[in-house]
Nanobody, 125 residues
Framework: QVQLVESGGGLVQAGESLRLSCAAS????????MGWFRQAPGKEREFVAV????????KYADSVKGRFTVSRDNAKNTVYLQMNSLKPEDTAVYSC??????????????????WGQGTQVTVSS
């Protein structure tokens, strides 16, 4: 079992930045590939970014590529999402998730077994 708790969300203006954190507890954090997803009102949850267990490989949704950066600190059991140049369309609840497939950079919701509760990010125009 892994418990995930996100923090760092808030209300910002377009063009500003936020850094989200996701703290893990329970099983060995480095056993998991970690992903970030988001869900806007009335829309399905969508993939944002993923990072391999060691942090050496990442993948991003086209909509955030070049603006968002995912990283992790296994010593602190934490994964981060640095979000720059935020746009109103980035407004959503952001959740981190853990995937037991260490060798893959999965982007599908169904591949992730543990989820946090999410943190709200609101970007005003």
């Amino acid at each position: 079992q892994v418990q995930l708790v996100e923090s760092g969300g808030g209300l910002v203006q377009a063009g500003e930045s936020l850094r989200l954190s996701c703290a893990a507890s329970g099983r060995t954090f480095s056993d998991f590939t970690m992903g970030w997803f988001r869900q806007a009102p009335g829309k399905e949850r969508e993939f944002v970014a993923v990072i391999s267990w060691g942090g050496g490989r990442t993948k991003y949704a086209d909509s955030v590529k070049g603006r968002f950066t995912v990283s992790r600190d296994n010593a602190k059991n934490t994964v981060y999402l640095q979000m720059n140049s935020l746009k109103p369309e980035d407004t959503a609840v952001y959740s981190c998730a853990a995937d037991r497939a260490r060798g893959s950079l999965n982007t599908a919701v169904r591949d992730y077994v543990y989820w946090g509760q999410g943190t709200q990010v609101t970007v005003s125009s």
